[in-house]
């Protein structure tokens, strides 16, 4: 569960992540800014809204590709014979 959450709020904060990362790249030779400067400028609202389109998409991605089909169960790893075999969807 924590994984989903993670990749959930990495894709929200990546397109914010980018736009710093893109001025801070474009001024290197200029006056350096840190972060939090060019956070003050930034369209913050668009970046959110892009994020938020991001872990939509990635939730919607996941959600219909990931499972079996309607009715499969689901038979967990057992230890057989020493080894340990893995669990598969039937």
């Known amino acids: ?12 904060l990546l397109p914010t992540a980018l736009y710093v990362a893109f001025i801070m790249l474009r001024r290197r030779g200029k006056s350096p800014q840190s972060p939090k400067q060019i956070l003050d400028d930034a369209p913050l609202i668009w970046l959110f809204a892009v994020g938020a389109v991001m872990m939509i998409a990635g939730l919607g991605y996941f959600a219909s590709s990931t499972g079996g089909k309607p009715g499969q169960g689901y038979k967990p790893p057992v230890y057989k014979d020493g080894k340990i075999v893995p669990g598969q969807i039937e």
């Open 1 to 12: 569960m924590i994984r989903i959450v993670i990749e959930n709020i990495l894709l929200f």
